[in-house]
């Protein structure tokens, strides 16, 4: 973790690191998914930080929610875990 995200998103908690197994390379630069839990003026917050760098640039995004969302991102998530499933089946039968 970074100065800049104890800065900009507040006591980082727990940084879980990148969500992809690897870093997406494009032919002069990189780019990386990752999710921290970090704290920030007494409650908690999920964060999503998309990180890219080039020789001659980069660039840093930060997405959080409130840790009260979790519950609904979990059901989300597993929602289109099933979907994903189901097209996986669908397209196997094909």
Do not use: C, H
């Not at 998530?77 to 994903?84: D, K, N, P, R, V």
Request: proline share 2%.
């Amino acid at each position: 973790m970074s100065i800049f995200d104890r800065v900009l998103m507040g006591n980082v908690i727990k940084d879980f690191g990148t969500l992809e197994e690897e870093e997406k390379s494009f032919i002069i630069g990189k780019t990386r998914k990752s999710m921290l839990l970090t704290e920030r003026r007494g409650k908690l917050k999920i964060v999503f930080k998309w990180s890219g760098y080039a020789p001659f640039g980069a660039s840093v995004s930060y997405y959080d929610l409130k840790a009260e969302s979790i519950p609904k991102l979990r059901q989300l998530i597993t929602e289109a875990e099933e979907l994903a499933n189901q097209r996986a089946k669908t397209l196997d039968q094909s």
